[in-house]
T-cell receptor
Framework: EDKVVQSPLSLVVHEGDTVTLNCSYE??????LLWYKQEKKAPTFLFML????IEKKSGRLSSILDKKELFSILNITATQTGDSAVYLC????????????FGKGTKLSVKP | KAGVTQTPRYLIKTRGQQVTLSCSPI?????VSWYQQTPGQGLQFLFE???????NKGNFPGRFSGRQFSNSRSEMNVSTLELGDSALYLC??????????????FGPGTRLTVL
């Protein structure tokens, strides 16, 4: 059965800390891996990864994919209270644009 | 450019009723996908439409159906509502350009409560 597993499920850190969120997957016909940030509303797109070893970076966030070991990490440096959210990992598989399998998410709380 | 819009934002229904949710994708996006989000199951894929055709369907009963119109707007219908259908229903759109896999952008969701 296809599955995406995120860890940890929740994390509490203080402002300025660096955090690493994990996502491992087992899917058939892997196409890409996507990270989203969800606060109280709709998930907002962060990164899409298709190739191993190529880091994607946006400000204090970065992510990398390892297709051999079937996992990805999302790093957030110098965390701020505004980073508090649920971070979702999703894997696209098969020949379709829309068939994403989501992990349960990591709830990140950043304390001032 | 306007984002994905969904209507209504909130809905309260009773068991046995049916409901129709609407989604307008980002202009130029041709693929629309629907997801159900619940605290217990997380985000689960319902179905995907492209050019008015359903391309993929998740593991949901036949009470869940959808369609897409020629302007790429999509509707989702749930018949004979059950308490367990209470959830946030999210729509996502994608450019779906041929030969590539594009990012999906989500709408704000419709919060459905079944009493």
């Amino acid at each position: 059965e296809d599955k995406v597993v995120q860890s940890p499920l929740s994390l509490v850190v203080h402002e300025g800390d660096t955090v690493t969120l994990n996502c491992s997957y087992e899917v058939t016909n892997f196409r890409s891996l996507l990270w989203y940030k969800q606060e109280k509303k709709a998930p907002t797109f962060l990164f899409m990864l298709t190739s191993s070893g190529i880091e994607k970076k946006s400000g204090r966030l970065s992510s990398i994919l390892d297709k051999k070991e079937l996992f990805s990490i999302l790093n957030i440096t110098a965390t701020q209270t505004g980073d508090s959210a649920v971070y979702l990992c999703a894997v696209r598989h098969g020949g379709s644009q829309g068939n994403l399998i989501f992990g349960k998410g990591t709830k990140l709380s950043v304390k001032p | 450019k306007a984002g994905v819009t969904q209507t209504p934002r909130y809905l309260i229904k009773t068991r046995g009723q049916q409901v129709t949710l609407s989604c307008s994708p980002i202009s130029g996006h041709r693929s629309v996908s629907w997801y159900q989000q619940t605290p217990g199951q997380g985000l689960q894929f319902l179905f995907e439409y492209f050019s008015e055709t359903q391309r993929n369907k998740g593991n949901f009963p036949g009470r869940f159906s959808g369609r897409q119109f020629s302007n790429s707007r999509s509707e989702m219908n749930v018949s004979t509502l059950e308490l367990g259908d209470s959830a946030l229903y999210l729509c996502a759109s994608s450019l779906a350009s041929p030969g590539s896999y594009n990012e999906q952008f989500f709408g704000p969701g419709t919060r459905l409560t079944v009493l």
